[in-house]
């Protein structure tokens, strides 16, 4: 089961809006709506942003989205935070028949 | 507040073993799918093992299968990896996290215990 591809980095200034995509296949993200994306700090836990594609956890500001076509999956930072600097990884359930669960290849966003 | 506190990394050597705990608080453990994540400092988590809320069902990735055993002790709200075989490439940080099913997502992660692999 190979990774899902995300871009290595993106980076946007303070109130820009900056979207990272997520591409797998047809039978990780685009068989089923269990996307999930976590932001990473060094030493820290990593953070549930975003659940099944577009559901935001109590307490992640409105400013983080998420969406999906076909096979590709994408979180939209909006208003970009100097906080929001850290990296992000998105998660797929790829179904009993592989792996089970994949995830990206994570993508550092750097606040200008 | 959901607590998950990994211990019981640190320095082995090529082939030897080390056992992870994981222990869980702020919820009711004995109801969660539990999983182990890992991360290589700079590269993207890897999907470990899981567990299943009875401890009867369990899955690995295929790069740890027949080395690693998940277990958990719902009387003591604590997640295990047993880490046998150990190679260079399992050099990482092991997070432990609670899997919503209905969802399928990771809810809480720990902080993460470094695993370092020496030859």
């Known amino acids: 089961q190979s990774a899902l591809t995300q871009p290595r980095s993106v980076s946007g200034s303070p109130g820009q809006s900056v979207a990272i995509s997520c591409t797998g296949t047809s039978i990780d993200v685009g068989a089923y709506n269990y996307v999930s994306w976590y932001q990473l700090h060094p030493g820290k836990a990593p953070k549930l942003i975003i659940y099944a594609v577009n559901r935001r956890p109590s307490g992640v500001p409105d400013r983080f989205s998420g969406s999906k076509s076909g096979n590709t999956a994408s979180l939209t930072i909006s208003g970009l935070q100097a906080e929001d600097e850290a990296d992000y990884c998105c998660f797929s359930y790829a179904g009993s028949s592989t792996s089970f669960y994949v995830f990206g290849t994570g993508t550092r966003v750097s606040v200008l | 507040e959901v607590q998950l506190v990994e211990s019981g990394g640190g320095l082995v050597q090529l082939g030897g073993s080390l056992r992870l705990s994981c222990a869980a608080s702020?919820?009711?453990?004995?109801?969660?799918?539990m999983n182990w994540v890992r991360q290589v400092p700079g590269e993207g988590l890897v999907w470990v093992s899981r567990?299943?809320?009875?401890?009867?069902?369990?899955n690995y990735a295929d790069s740890v299968k027949g080395r690693f055993t998940i277990s958990r002790d719902n009387a003591k709200n604590t997640l295990y990896l047993q880490m046998n075989s150990l190679r260079a490439e399992d050099t990482a940080v092991y997070y432990c996290?609670?899997?919503?099913?209905?969802?399928?997502?990771?809810?809480?992660w720990g902080q993460g215990t470094l695993v370092t692999v020496s030859s």
């Open positions: 702020g919820f009711t453990f004995s109801s969660y799918w």
């Open positions: 996290a609670n899997y919503v099913e209905g969802t399928a997502h990771f809810d809480s």
């Open positions: 567990i299943n809320s009875d401890g009867r069902r369990t």
